[in-house]
Structure formats: structure tokens, C-alpha cells
């Protein structure tokens, strides 16, 4: 039961945000450090629930004191956060993301922030570099919790009395399933929402009702604490991005933050007596203001700079932050909780919903105002408006279409010589590959779908059903129409960014593609398959990052090493060569050349027209690069397959 101050938890705490930094600021080794915020999960649980079990057991638990205190706790760091935020981003970002950046506030000022960045784009996503609120989740997910947590609990005392024990078990017990299921079906929605994460919070809260075996023995609190320490360890070292999480790979940290509090109930390992060193207790007192301030520096600072971040601008950003931070918690978190910023409970709560009611306010109005694009100078505008739309003719998203809608381009005569397939790459490359078709008197089918690959028997559950449709209906077109050759186009890198097949399994991804493709391929031995190697890829190509520079006044040359290109294509060269030289009907195609010389990549053309329409879709300037190269396949494709 919690009844005293414990140092070991802030120290906790110290070394969890210290994860959460080292991870977003991609310092070497601390590829899990996200786990920070599921050992926050945690340790949350534990001292919310000792706070309501004691009170409830002196029968002077209210709900109204529960929810001032957590206005006090919550409200002051974060609506100073944003207020900074937004005045940053009004000046600096550009309109779209400006107007994004009006929707999270919306969104966190309601602490809905979990709904609105689970349908916006996945936690690790490249786009999330924009989203200075990202972090809300947590909170959201959080206060979520304890909208309903409190009242919970003092149902079941007053019909159980102190036999809610159960109670919580089942729920722990159901919210744990949903986080499995979730991981296999909807990973996002698993990170994001609440009843996915429930589960963290109420194995703290179990600790806090039940603190179990006691620990009162020198070594059984040594054993548990070293066991715990180990397992936050392994968590921050050996999880990544690309691990499944939560899943079963979040008991790992959770079990872990359990062990240690644990340990430190009614006996002091060395591992708490580590925790409890000043240092480490003071990171942890302000470690929610660090945790709401080092993010957006983070973003602002990449957003100044658009080029990723060295390590050594990092660690300066979080040297400021920690500053900050400290700041925060000394002159706005403590006046507010303890110092004379003290209204009535009355006016506090008409104070918080005073703040929350202005800053969506803000949010909504930059929403509205389509991110206030009459900041933007002439140059700016002219930057954005070389982005190059081609006319697709309503062909990509062909899952929409049904059967009657398939697009027939290039010569359009009554024959089809070859059909385009693959995700929006391919689209972006149609317009050159079908006037580059026209020329040569081919006519082809495109069929392209966002994120779609003719990848067999290994679906992605976000779109398995139509990924399945769309494969049966491709080998279908393929046995009926008889094309000569098959052009397949697609962002392989995020093809093995897929960690989640069929069957709930985990497979490796490499795995996965190279046998989806195989089941595909090995079904048409006659047809000739062309596979092109995905483009370069940079944040630093297309208009919008070239508008940026203008907009803050900086030079950029579009440019990339050509070897960190190189970096790109080693991760999925392995399995396209794989079956290039399992199936001689089957030629993977570089294109590497065509926008690189010896050094470096280029997203622009010398007159400054764009190459790109954003960071990795070629514009059709960009496409029209790669012409000569779709020219001596359709010459080469004329040709019959090699014999098997």
C-alpha cells in the first residue's frame, strides 16, 4: 500500500523519460526506449490506485478531488506546451502542416489526441517528424483511463467492498486479449487506444492492492529488482520499430516496472537504492514537463533544419529541453500543485475548461483557415506550385473501380501487351510508362492500389481482404487477357516494413515478401516479369521541402549521397535478386541510374524543376527520366521469355 514517498519510483521515472529522449533523439542502443512510456503506464497505475484505495478504505474518496487534482497535475505544462507550439508553428510551418498541426491541437485539447494520430499514421511513421503533438497520446490514453477508473472503483467497493480484486484481474485479463488481437489485426489501433494499453495501468494498480510475496528478505528484493532492472534493459536494447508492440513484447517492460516496485514496497535492493540517488529522483520530478517539451524542440529544430538531425544537434536539443523542462517544473507544474496559483476547486475546473475551450479553439481555427497560407512569400507559393499532378484518368485505386473499370493506356488497341502493377510508385510512373507504350504501339492495363503488391498468402491485416481480391482478380486478367510482360513497381522498403501476416503470425519480413512474390510469379512460368527497384527516396526531395528552405529562408541543394541510397536498396535487393535468379522470367530493373550519378542523388533538375511531388513519389518530370529505361524494356520484352 502506498503510504510514504518513495525516491525509487521518481528515479523510475528519471531513467523511463530518459529512454523515451534517447529513442526519439535515435542514440545507438535505445532502439525500444518508446517502452519509457509503458513503464509510465505502470507506475501510474500503481500511485493513482494507492491514492483512491486508501482514500476509499478512509471513506474520504471524492471523485471531485480526484479530477482537481489530476487538472493540477496534467493541465498547467501541458497547455503551456502548446501554446508554444503554436506560436511556432505559425510561424515556421507551412499550410498543410499547419493546418494538421490545428487539427492534433483540437484533438489534444480534448485528450482525444490517441483517435486522431491512430487514424492519421502510424507512431514510428516518417510523417510523424511533423507532428510536434505526437506525444499527447499518452496522455489522452491516460486520462482516458481515468474518466472511467475512479468511479470503477468506488462501484466496487461499496457493492464488493475490498473484494474488487477480481474485478480488476478480469478486466487486466480482457484488456491484455484485446492488445493481442489488436496486434494482429489493427497494430495501430493496438499502440493508440486505450483498450489496448488498459492492462499497464491495472498491473500497477494490482501492485497497489496486492503487493504479493513479500519482499521483506534481503534477497528475494535483490532477485526481483535485478530481474526487473534486466528486463527494462532488454526491452530498450533488443525491441525496435519493427518489433511487434504492444503484443506479448509488452510484458516485458511492464513486468519489469512491476518487479522493482515491487522490490522497494518492504525491502531496498541495491537497485532501488540506485533508483533513490538524487540525480536520477530529480530527472524524475520533472520528467512530464521533459517528457512534453524535448518532442516538439525535437520537431521544430528538424523542421528548421530539414536535413535529419546529427546526433550531436540531438543531444543539444535535449541539453536545452532538460533546461526547459526544469524551468517548467519549477515555475509552472509546482506553483500550480503546491505554490499560491491555488483558485477554489470551483475555479479550477471553470479554468480548465476555460484553457481547453481556447486552444481548440486555436486548433480548429487554423483548421479552418487552411493553415494561413497569405503568410507564405511569392517564392514559396511559386515552390508548392511545381508540384506536378499527373492525370491519372481515375485508373490508381482500382479496388474502387470494380471489374468494368480497368484503364487500358499506352496504344489502346484491342490487345493488352503488358500490364503496370503495383502501389502508388507505380502509379506516379504510369504517365512515361504509357506515353513511352504509345510510342512503341503497346497497350497496357494499370493496376495499381495504394500500399498494393503482388505479394501471395502473406496479407498485411490492414488490407487483407482487399489484397486478396485484387491478387485472384490479377491472376485472373493475367490467364484471360495473356500479356506479353508484367510491370511490377512499388516502395519494396515498406513492403518489408510490414511486420503483420496472415494467421496473426509474425513472420520476417523478408520472409514474407520473397515467398508472397514467389506464390505470385511461379504461376505464370511464360509471362516475362520486370521488377523495377524502387526510386531514391529523401525528405529533402520535392517541392514542399524545397518551399520550407524558401519559407525560412534557407538554401537546399536537392541532393543525397549516393550511398545512402545504396542503404536503400541493400535491404530489399536480396530478395529481388533471389528471384531473378530463381525464375528466368523474371529481370529486376535499376533505376538507380537514372536519377544518380557517382556521388549523388538528385531530386531536381537543373532548371529547378521538380523531380519529385514529395519526399519519395517521382513527379512526372521524374518519370520522363526514366524513359529511356521503360523504351528498352518494352524493345526486350518483344522478345519470348527464356526457356524454363
Same mark, same amino acid.
Given at each position: 500500500?502506498?503510504?510514504?514517498?518513495?525516491?525509487?519510483?521518481?528515479?523510475?521515472?528519471?531513467?523511463?523519460?530518459?529512454?523515451?529522449?534517447?529513442?526519439?533523439?535515435?542514440?545507438?542502443?535505445?532502439?525500444?526506449?518508446?517502452?519509457?512510456?509503458? %513503464?509510465?503506464?505502470?507506475?501510474?497505475?500503481?500511485?493513482?490506485? $494507492?491514492?483512491?484505495?486508501? @482514500?476509499?478504505?478512509?471513506?474520504?474518496?471524492?471523485?471531485?478531488?480526484?479530477?482537481?487534482?489530476?487538472?493540477?497535475?496534467?493541465?498547467?505544462?501541458?497547455?503551456? %506546451?502548446?501554446?508554444?507550439?503554436?506560436?511556432?508553428?505559425?510561424?515556421? =510551418?507551412? #499550410?498543410?502542416?499547419?493546418?494538421?498541426?490545428?487539427?492534433?491541437?483540437?484533438?489534444?485539447?480534448?485528450?482525444?489526441?490517441?483517435?486522431?494520430?491512430?487514424?492519421?499514421?502510424?507512431?514510428?511513421?516518417?510523417?510523424?517528424?511533423?507532428?510536434?503533438?505526437?506525444?499527447?497520446? $499518452?496522455?489522452?490514453?491516460?486520462? !482516458?483511463?481515468?474518466?472511467?477508473?475512479?468511479?470503477?472503483?468506488?462501484?466496487?467497493?461499496?457493492?464488493?467492498?475490498?473484494?474488487?480484486?477480481?474485478?480488476?484481474?478480469?478486466?487486466?485479463?480482457?484488456?491484455?486479449?484485446?492488445?493481442?488481437?489488436?496486434? *494482429?489485426?489493427?497494430?495501430?489501433?493496438?499502440?493508440?487506444?486505450?483498450?489496448?494499453?488498459?492492462?499497464?495501468?491495472?498491473?500497477?494498480?494490482?501492485?497497489?492492492?496486492?503487493?504479493?510475496?513479500?519482499?521483506?528478505?534481503?534477497?528475494?528484493?535483490?532477485?526481483?529488482?535485478?530481474?526487473?532492472?534486466?528486463?527494462?534493459?532488454? $526491452?530498450?536494447?533488443?525491441?525496435?520499430?519493427?518489433?511487434?508492440? #504492444?503484443?506479448?513484447?509488452?510484458? %516485458?517492460?511492464?513486468?519489469?516496472?512491476?518487479?522493482?516496485?515491487?522490490?522497494?514496497?518492504?525491502?531496498?535492493?541495491?537497485?532501488?537504492?540506485?533508483?533513490?540517488?538524487?540525480?536520477?529522483?530529480?530527472? *524524475?520530478?520533472?520528467?512530464?514537463?521533459?517528457?512534453?517539451?524535448?518532442?516538439?524542440?525535437?520537431?521544430?529544430?528538424?523542421?528548421?533544419?530539414?536535413?535529419?538531425?546529427?546526433?550531436?544537434?540531438?543531444?543539444?536539443?535535449?541539453?536545452?529541453?532538460?533546461?526547459?523542462?526544469?524551468?517548467?517544473?519549477?515555475?509552472?507544474?509546482?506553483?500550480?500543485?503546491?505554490?499560491?496559483?491555488?483558485?477554489?476547486?470551483? *475555479?479550477?475546473?471553470?479554468?480548465?475548461?476555460?484553457?481547453?475551450?481556447?486552444?481548440?479553439?486555436?486548433?480548429?481555427?487554423?483548421?479552418?483557415?487552411?493553415?494561413?497560407?497569405?503568410?507564405?512569400?511569392?517564392?514559396?507559393?511559386?515552390?508548392?506550385?511545381?508540384?506536378?499532378?499527373?492525370?491519372?484518368? &481515375?485508373?490508381?485505386?482500382?479496388?474502387?473501380?470494380?471489374?468494368?473499370?480497368?484503364?487500358?493506356?499506352?496504344?489502346?488497341?484491342?490487345?493488352?501487351?503488358?500490364?503496370?502493377?503495383?502501389?502508388?510508385?507505380?502509379?506516379?510512373?504510369?504517365?512515361?510508362?504509357?506515353?513511352?507504350?504509345?510510342?512503341?504501339?503497346?497497350?497496357?492495363?494499370?493496376?495499381?492500389? =495504394?500500399?498494393?503488391?503482388?505479394?501471395?498468402?502473406?496479407?498485411?491485416?490492414?488490407? /487483407?481482404?482487399?489484397?486478396?481480391?485484387?491478387?485472384?482478380?490479377?491472376?485472373?486478367?493475367?490467364?484471360?487477357?495473356?500479356?506479353?510482360?508484367?510491370?511490377?513497381?512499388?516502395?519494396?522498403?515498406?513492403?518489408?516494413?510490414?511486420?503483420?501476416?496472415? @494467421?496473426?503470425?509474425?513472420?520476417?519480413?523478408?520472409?514474407?515478401? $520473397?515467398?508472397?512474390?514467389?506464390?505470385?510469379?511461379?504461376?505464370?512460368?511464360?509471362?516475362?516479369?520486370?521488377?523495377?527497384?524502387?526510386?531514391?527516396?529523401?525528405?529533402?526531395?520535392?517541392?514542399?521541402?524545397?518551399?520550407?528552405?524558401?519559407?525560412? *529562408?534557407?538554401?537546399?541543394? !536537392?541532393?543525397?549521397?549516393?550511398?545512402?541510397?545504396?542503404?536503400?536498396?541493400?535491404?530489399?535487393?536480396?530478395?529481388?535478386?533471389?528471384? !531473378?535468379? &530463381?525464375?528466368?522470367?523474371?529481370?529486376?530493373?535499376?533505376?538507380? &541510374?537514372?536519377?544518380?550519378?557517382?556521388?549523388?542523388?538528385?531530386?531536381?533538375?537543373?532548371?529547378?524543376?521538380?523531380?519529385?511531388?514529395?519526399?519519395?513519389? %517521382?513527379?512526372?518530370?521524374?518519370?520522363?527520366?526514366?524513359?529511356?529505361?521503360? /523504351?528498352?524494356?518494352?524493345?526486350?520484352?518483344?522478345?519470348?521469355?527464356?526457356?524454363?
Amino acid at each position: 500500500m502506498y503510504t510514504k514517498y518513495r525516491p525509487d519510483i521518481d528515479g523510475l521515472r528519471g531513467l523511463a523519460v530518459a529512454a523515451v529522449l534517447f529513442f526519439h533523439a535515435k542514440v545507438p542502443l535505445f532502439d525500444g526506449g518508446f517502452v519509457g512510456v509503458d %513503464v509510465f503506464f505502470v507506475v501510474s497505475g500503481y500511485l493513482i490506485t $494507492s491514492i483512491i484505495v486508501s @482514500d476509499l478504505r478512509a471513506q474520504t474518496f471524492s471523485i471531485a478531488r480526484f479530477y482537481e487534482r489530476r487538472i493540477r497535475r496534467i493541465f498547467p505544462a501541458l497547455f503551456a %506546451v502548446i501554446a508554444f507550439t503554436t506560436i511556432v508553428t505559425i510561424v515556421i =510551418y507551412l #499550410p498543410s502542416d499547419l493546418e494538421g498541426y490545428g487539427r492534433s491541437v483540437l484533438a489534444s485539447a480534448l485528450f482525444v489526441s490517441n483517435f486522431y494520430f491512430w487514424r492519421e499514421s502510424g507512431y514510428f511513421a516518417a510523417a510523424a517528424g511533423t507532428k510536434p503533438l505526437l506525444h499527447t497520446w $499518452s496522455l489522452a490514453v491516460e486520462e !482516458q483511463f481515468y474518466i472511467v477508473y475512479p468511479a470503477f472503483l468506488l462501484l466496487i467497493h461499496r457493492l464488493l467492498g475490498d473484494r474488487w480484486l477480481y474485478c480488476l484481474v478480469f478486466v487486466l485479463v480482457l484488456s491484455f486479449l484485446t492488445n493481442i488481437w489488436a496486434v *494482429g489485426n489493427a497494430p495501430v489501433a493496438a499502440f493508440y487506444l486505450g483498450p489496448a494499453r488498459a492492462w499497464e495501468l491495472l498491473i500497477g494498480a494490482l501492485l497497489a492492492m496486492c503487493p504479493g510475496p513479500t519482499t521483506q528478505h534481503r534477497l528475494s528484493s535483490e532477485i526481483a529488482a535485478l530481474a526487473g532492472a534486466g528486463m527494462l534493459v532488454w $526491452s530498450v536494447v533488443a525491441l525496435s520499430e519493427k518489433s511487434t508492440f #504492444p503484443g506479448y513484447n509488452a510484458l %516485458v517492460p511492464c513486468i519489469g516496472t512491476g518487479l522493482i516496485i515491487h522490490a522497494g514496497t518492504n525491502g531496498t535492493s541495491a537497485i532501488n537504492r540506485i533508483l533513490s540517488i538524487r540525480p536520477l529522483v530529480l530527472l *524524475g520530478l520533472i520528467s512530464y514537463s521533459l517528457y512534453l517539451w524535448h518532442w516538439p524542440l525535437l520537431v521544430f529544430v528538424h523542421y528548421w533544419n530539414i536535413h535529419e538531425l546529427s546526433l550531436a544537434q540531438s543531444a543539444t536539443v535535449l541539453l536545452i529541453a532538460l533546461i526547459i523542462s526544469a524551468c517548467s517544473w519549477r515555475y509552472v507544474e509546482r506553483p500550480f500543485r503546491f505554490g499560491p496559483l491555488l483558485p477554489d476547486r470551483g *475555479g479550477l475546473f471553470k479554468m480548465g475548461a476555460f484553457v481547453m475551450c481556447i486552444a481548440a479553439a486555436a486548433g480548429l481555427l487554423l483548421h479552418v483557415a487552411n493553415g494561413l497560407p497569405g503568410r507564405l512569400s511569392d517564392s514559396t507559393h511559386q515552390a508548392l506550385n511545381l508540384d506536378e499532378v499527373h492525370d491519372r484518368r &481515375d485508373c490508381h485505386f482500382i479496388s474502387d473501380k470494380g471489374h468494368p473499370g480497368l484503364c487500358i493506356r499506352g496504344y489502346t488497341n484491342d490487345k493488352v501487351d503488358f500490364i503496370l502493377v503495383g502501389d502508388s510508385h507505380a502509379d506516379a510512373l504510369s504517365p512515361a510508362i504509357f506515353e513511352t507504350a504509345k510510342i512503341h504501339r503497346l497497350s497496357g492495363i494499370q493496376f495499381t492500389d =495504394y500500399g498494393f503488391r503482388p505479394i501471395k498468402g502473406f496479407w498485411n491485416p490492414a488490407t /487483407a481482404a482487399r489484397d486478396r481480391a485484387l491478387v485472384a482478380w490479377l491472376e485472373t486478367l493475367i490467364k484471360e487477357r495473356k500479356p506479353g510482360f508484367i510491370l511490377v513497381a512499388a516502395s519494396w522498403n515498406s513492403a518489408l516494413d510490414a511486420i503483420y501476416y496472415e @494467421d496473426y503470425r509474425k513472420v520476417k519480413a523478408s520472409h514474407a515478401l $520473397s515467398a508472397g512474390m514467389r506464390n505470385f510469379i511461379s504461376q505464370f512460368p511464360d509471362t516475362r516479369v520486370f521488377i523495377l527497384q524502387t526510386v531514391p527516396v529523401s525528405e529533402i526531395f520535392g517541392p514542399t521541402a524545397l518551399a520550407r528552405s524558401r519559407h525560412l *529562408g534557407k538554401s537546399l541543394e !536537392q541532393k543525397m549521397p549516393r550511398a545512402k541510397y545504396a542503404l536503400q536498396t541493400v535491404r530489399y535487393e536480396a530478395v529481388l535478386a533471389g528471384l !531473378q535468379i &530463381d525464375y528466368n522470367n523474371v529481370q529486376i530493373v535499376s533505376v538507380g &541510374d537514372s536519377f544518380c550519378d557517382v556521388h549523388y542523388c538528385y531530386g531536381a533538375l537543373g532548371d529547378g524543376r521538380a523531380l519529385y511531388r514529395d519526399a519519395d513519389h %517521382v513527379s512526372p518530370a521524374g518519370a520522363e527520366k526514366l524513359t529511356p529505361l521503360f /523504351a528498352d524494356i518494352f524493345s526486350r520484352a518483344s522478345f519470348p521469355a527464356p526457356e524454363q
